[in-house]
């Protein structure tokens, strides 16, 4: 769903660059929020848009919370993202893929260095081997390549860390395995947390658009619904795992749940939407905390030269960080939006003013 809310006032890029690619004829949106606190980094989007402005819209959006999410992660890195606007039912075969990757790559190598790549939505770990034929700014190629491989599995374990703080400060306990999940989305992020919460012995609600998605339901226990009951199925806990703008006016009186922490970038249409939860009495976990898995972990071993096993420890830290939050915006009787956006706003103008 493409937000429609006006970001322009809020969000100042640094630079943005939209080029209809060069061998691929598609239109590539590069956007980099800021450099404020070191690279730009972000993942490449490639998914399709009724219109490529939809896509720019995105870009921007999403580039902008990937600064907030590096500043809470605590990472030297800003926001950038790259959205690749495919035309409705557009199907890129291999050769129009890697084209168009290459495409992606040389307008990245253009920014010399201010903004590095990363797998999103429609992207995987080989697609970055192919951005990585033309710039070195990539993050997780497959680890024989290079690379710290597929991300999604280290976003899961962050989930989950930040769900079993959403637990203790919500219903007192961290155990998972007394309560009840909705997953909304099982992409590959989404199949991880499914896999790991069905471990714990929860009780799981789970739905996909693609029914295809329906026997991994079946093999971990989980009870397959459409979308929109999923969203506002009768469970202690939404898991919001695929596209943005879940949470909007219209959905957040329709809801069941008691709290909300997932993975999916952008889950509330506008920020006003958070006050809405706050009224409801939901607790909802800024996405832009509980989605940096991926981001720590690629970094911690692709540019600070860490073990897998240092990072998943940085990865695990997302709880620590979420609870800070929480109990942030309680004491302050503010939304967890409000106190995670002020901490990032915070670290942000601080890294400036170092040398
Ligand atoms: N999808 C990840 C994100 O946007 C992309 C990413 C992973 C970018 C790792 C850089 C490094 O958070």
């Known amino acids: 769903m493409v937000p429609t809310t006006d970001i322009a006032s809020e969000l100042i890029h640094e630079r943005v660059v939209m080029q209809q690619g060069t061998r691929s004829g598609l239109p590539i949106v590069v956007a980099v929020h800021s450099t404020a606190l070191g690279q730009a980094i972000g993942g490449c989007r490639l998914a399709h848009y009724p219109d490529w402005r939809d896509g720019l819209t995105d870009a921007l959006r999403l580039s902008a919370a990937m600064s907030d999410k590096c500043a809470l992660a605590g990472l030297p890195n800003g926001g950038g993202k790259t959205v690749v606007a495919l035309p409705p039912g557009r199907v890129l075969d291999a050769a129009a893929r890697r084209s168009l990757l290459h495409d992606v790559g040389d307008m990245i190598a253009a920014l010399d260095g201010a903004y590095a790549t990363g797998p999103d939505v429609g992207t995987g770990p080989d697609d970055m081997t192919t951005i990585a034929e033309r710039t070195s700014h990539t993050f997780c190629r497959p680890v024989p390549a290079g690379g710290s491989g597929d991300s999604s599995q280290h976003t899961a374990v962050g989930v989950l860390a930040a769900l079993q703080a959403l637990c203790s400060e919500r219903f007192g306990s961290a155990e998972l395995s007394r309560r009840s999940f909705a997953v909304l989305g099982l992409g590959r992020v989404g199949g991880h947390v499914v896999r790991i919460l069905a471990g714990t012995g929860a009780r799981l609600v789970v739905s996909d658009v693609d029914e295809g998605k329906r026997a991994l339901a079946d093999r971990y226990g989980a009870t397959w619904t459409s979308p929109p009951d999923c969203l506002t199925a009768d469970v202690d806990i939404l898991v919001p795992a695929a596209l943005g703008s879940v949470l909007t006016p219209q959905s957040v009186p329709t809801l069941r749940c008691a709290a909300i922490a997932g993975p999916a970038n952008n889950q509330l249409d506008a920020p006003t ?56 915006a309680g004491a302050a009787t503010s939304t967890p939006a409000a106190a995670a956006r002020h901490r990032a706003e915070q670290r942000i103008r601080h890294g400036r003013l170092l040398p």
């Open 273 to 328: 939407t958070a006050d809405l939860l706050h009224q409801r009495d939901i607790l909802w976990a800024p996405d832009i905390v509980v989605s940096a898995g991926g981001i720590i972990h690629a970094t911690a071993v692709e540019l600070h030269h860490e073990t897998s096993t240092q990072a998943t420890t940085r990865v695990r830290g997302i709880a620590d960080t979420l609870t800070d939050i929480l109990r942030t």
